[in-house]
């Protein structure tokens, strides 16, 4: 792994973090890439789907789902 994939899986990960946080729950899903350091929305949501199978808003929404349904986020391979 390169230093720029080591570094970009980083990010990604500090923003699934973000997406999982309930304290955050509300911040939209662009906040939180420009946060750390995604400035383009679409590449994030690419970059976000190779890694996680889901664009970010979906990966949000089935987590909290599953919270719902008293399933640990993350749940169903995520």
Not at 23 to 28: A, D, G, H, K, M
Not at 51 to 68: I, N, S
């Amino acid at each position: 792994m390169s230093v720029v994939d080591h570094i970009r899986s980083r990010r990604l990960e500090r923003c699934r973090r973000d997406l999982l946080d309930p304290t955050q729950r509300t911040r939209p899903v662009s906040a939180i890439a420009q946060h750390w350091g995604f400035r383009d929305e679409s590449h994030f949501n690419r970059r976000f789907r190779e890694r996680y199978g889901v664009p970010p808003g979906t990966y949000r929404e089935q987590a909290w789902r599953a919270v719902a349904n008293d399933q640990a986020p993350g749940a169903n391979g995520q």
